[in-house]
């Protein structure tokens, strides 16, 4: 079977980061055939030899044990070796994969409920690539006789075929950070580790308090918790001012499921934007070209901090192609990121004898690290910190249990016809409170700028039945009210 009739069949396709579907969808014998589709696509690139290791890790939500297992039996069945790495963060074992010159993969949903689950693909070299994805599909898989049962689940414990969990890609992202940041630079901060379920609370834990910090773990959750970082939960807006509320925490960090994608709140528990993180994170590494897609704040151009910034499509592997086109024209530091608030690193980062090796995949634990350090070298606060930015404001919501068919339903009507309809068609859709359309943009989505200076931007999801809704203003107030408004308009559709 070809994994592209897999995806058909399965319902579990390739989103804007690896392959996410339903857990009843993603079944042992479809974790098993995108597996082994991996390997095959890459075997056929050169990228692997005979008996070569290949990393697995995965997330805490309660599928994720069992999709591991059924990985490691492709890997083993094809003639590699399976490692496992453990419950560890993406951005984790995709470093110990370029370290170690081996491919990896990383069960997870990321910030997605636990009724769904996803793989992530990682070559030698990093994440794969839109031009990778296209060529796992064209593999073909075959399903070895008296593996699976009708409905694709194993017909036998397989479980002796993961092996033992091993603690070095573990130790090695933790060590990644503590050789890169001088030692004590966050002596006497006090911070807030939001744990949930992310599988990077011990990574943050332990190197926050390595680094100096005095570290106080919040909000366990032995259930799986999707914190999303783009949409944050009215739980965790309450949460965070709950904790705040006493004065007895310098900021707040977390990261979503997968820790890929940071949280981070000043002294009185207001969350970052994940773009206004990157656009910080950036500056404080000396990014002198920076790429981020075309649904990020405009602060990043506004700031005057960089040499280029490149916009682009909507999804890591397209910052990563991006990333990869600057550097092919000799600009170099350069940083991505998303406006999730995942940093992707390029190119090394060189600082008083101190190099942080390039890590294109996205990252939260470098954003927290990079921004509460900067912060305290500055002798600043973290709202201060982001107040040094031009203040534009963004804010994001989503309608769920939208199918991806009709959310582009509606946006091939919002742009139907010449300009003139167009912008007549947009006005009726969204009233006369934004005033009318100056341009659209239609890289990922329908992005408009409108003659009052605000944005808004519908876009499907790439990796659940989501309509998302960004926006932004001069305001936080107008910002969030715009986002609301949009979402009423499309709820009315």
């Known amino acids: 079977m070809e994994i592209s009739a897999l995806m058909r069949d399965s319902g579990v396709s390739f989103g804007t980061s690896g392959a996410r579907g339903l857990v009843t969808a993603l079944t042992d014998w479809v974790a098993y055939a995108y597996t082994a589709g991996f390997l095959r696509y890459l075997n056929t690139a050169g990228l692997l030899t005979p008996g070569q290791a290949v990393g697995i890790a995965g997330d805490l939500r309660p599928s994720s044990p069992r999709v591991m297992v059924a990985c490691a039996v492709a890997i083993r069945d094809l003639g590699f070796q399976p490692v496992n790495c453990g419950t560890i963060p993406s951005p984790a074992v995709a470093a110990y994969g370029i370290a170690h010159g081996i491919p990896t993969l990383m069960v997870t949903g990321s910030h997605i409920p636990a009724d769904r689950n996803g793989i992530k693909f990682n070559l030698p070299t990093g994440e794969i690539l839109k031009a990778d994805e296209e060529g796992i599909r064209q593999q073909t898989v075959q399903r070895p006789a008296g593996y699976f049962a009708e409905n694709g689940q194993f017909l036998h414990d397989q479980h002796q075929h993961l092996p033992a969990a091993e603690a070095t890609a573990a130790q090695e992202y933790v060590a990644r950070y503590l050789r890169f940041f001088p030692a004590h630079c966050l002596e006497g901060w006090r911070v807030g580790v939001y744990e949930h379920s992310s599988v990077a609370r011990e990574a943050f834990v332990e190197v926050l308090t390595k680094l100096g910090a005095q570290v106080t773990r919040l909000g366990y959750a032995p259930q799986f918790v999707p914190v999303d970082t783009e949409a944050i939960r009215p739980e965790d807006v309450a949460l965070a001012q709950e904790w705040t509320a006493n004065g007895a925490f310098d900021a707040l960090v977390s990261a979503d499921g997968d820790g890929d994608r940071p949280l981070v709140s000043d002294a009185d528990g207001n969350w970052l934007r994940g773009d206004v993180l990157g656009v910080l994170c950036a500056q404080q590494l000396g990014a002198r070209g920076v790429v981020t897609p075309v649904s990020s704040n405009t602060v990043v151009e506004k700031c005057g901090l960089f040499q280029t910034v490149s916009r682009t499509r909507i999804g890591s592997p397209f910052v990563i192609a991006g990333m990869n086109d600057l550097l092919a024209a000799g600009i170099a530091p350069v940083v991505g990121y998303e406006a999730n608030g995942g940093v992707l690193l390029g190119s090394a980062i060189e600082r008083d004898g101190r190099q942080l090796d390039a890590l294109p995949t996205r990252d939260a634990l470098i954003v927290a690290v990079t921004v509460l350090a900067a912060a305290a070298a500055q002798r600043c606060t973290v709202a201060a910190l982001a107040a040094s930015l031009p203040q534009r404001f963004t804010a994001s919501a989503r ?85 609301q408004l949009a979402i009423a308009s499309c709820q009315q559709c």
């Not at 009709?406 to 912008?423: E, K, P, V």
């Not at 890289?443 to 876009?459: A, K, Q, Y």
Request: hydrophobic share 40%; proline share 4%.
């Open 399 to 483: 309608l769920q249990n939208v199918p991806t068919a009709q959310s582009l339903a509606l946006l091939a009507q919002l742009t139907a016809g010449d300009w003139a309809q167009q912008q007549a068609t947009l006005a009726q859709f969204f009233g006369a409170e934004w005033g009318a359309v100056a341009t659209i943009d239609l890289t990922d989505g329908l992005r408009m700028t409108f003659t009052s200076g605000e944005i808004v931007h519908l876009r499907p999801s790439g990796n659940a039945p989501e309509l998302r809704v960004y926006s932004e203003a001069d305001s936080a107030e107008r910002a969030g009210r715009s986002c």
